[in-house]
C-alpha cells in the first residue's frame, strides 16, 4: 500500500514548528502511524472529519489528510494531540497501544 502523502512528508510537517535546537514531535514512522491511527478510531467512534468531502475516504485516509493539511497536531508526551482550536485528543502513546 502506498501512502500519499508519504511518512517523510508527514514528518516533515507534524515537525515544522520545532524550533532549531528542539527534541521533534515525532521521529519515526511508528509515531505517525500510531498517531493517525489513533485519530481514525475517533473517526470511526462518530468524531466529525475536520476536512472538507470526508464522504468517499477510509478514516485512515481521512486521519491523514488532517494531519497533512494541519488540522491535527501531534504534540509531546506531556502535552495532548489537539485539534484546532480548541478540542484536544490525549497524545500519550506506548507500546501497548492496539491498532
Do not use: C, W
Not at 45 to 68: C, Q, R, T
Amino acid at each position: 500500500m502506498m501512502l500519499h502523502p508519504s511518512y517523510t512528508d508527514l514528518m516533515k510537517v507534524v515537525n515544522s514548528d520545532v524550533e532549531i535546537g528542539e527534541e521533534p514531535v515525532v521521529n519515526s514512522r511508528y509515531s505517525i502511524v500510531l498517531a493517525t491511527a489513533k485519530r481514525a478510531r475517533q473517526i470511526i467512534g462518530g468524531e466529525e472529519p475536520l476536512i472538507d468531502n470526508p464522504s468517499n475516504k477510509k478514516p485512515f485516509s481521512i486521519a491523514v489528510e488532517e494531519l497533512y493539511n494541519s488540522k491535527v497536531k501531534i504534540v509531546g508526551e506531556e502535552e495532548n494531540l489537539e485539534e484546532k482550536p480548541e478540542e484536544g485528543l490525549d497524545g500519550d502513546f506506548d507500546e501497548d497501544t492496539e491498532i
